[in-house]
């Protein structure tokens, strides 16, 4: 799959929280920032997992990374596949009901990737 990414300008950029958190943590490069936010939208928008998935796997790597900033955003484009109850579940995600085997597969995989590192 070829994808074709546009860079904005600084000045383009949408003002939504995610913007300005990845703002935020990128002060030191602020021409980051856009590069960074085109390549994950088109991330999310060409790639092959779920918005669900990937709004489990952000949350959960969130949480592990202790950044409240990112366990306070909900992406819109997982609002309808992502109750409160399911990111409840994600404490004990191993043994949650509403999470099916790939998923909680692919949560055990980001476990490992933010834990088991040092």
């Not at 600084?10 to 943590?25: E, K, Y």
């Not at 952000?58 to 819109?76: K, P, Q």
Request: glycine fraction near 2%; charged fraction near 20%; proline fraction near 4%.
């Amino acid at each position: 799959m070829s994808v074709s990414l546009q860079f904005p300008s600084s000045n383009t950029l949408p003002s939504s929280a995610p913007t300005r958190h990845c703002a935020s943590r990128c002060s030191r490069k602020p021409q980051l920032v856009g590069p960074y936010l085109t390549f994950m939208a088109a991330l999310r928008d060409q790639g092959w997992l779920l918005a669900r998935l990937i709004e489990l796997l952000r949350l959960r790597v969130a949480f592990h990374n202790h950044c409240r900033s990112c366990l306070a955003i909900r992406y819109s484009s997982a609002l309808d596949v992502v109750t409160q109850n399911l990111i409840c579940s994600l404490e004990k995600a191993q043994e949650a009901d509403d999470l099916i085997a790939a998923e909680k597969a692919a949560l055990a995989y980001a476990d490992k990737m933010a834990t088991d590192h040092l």
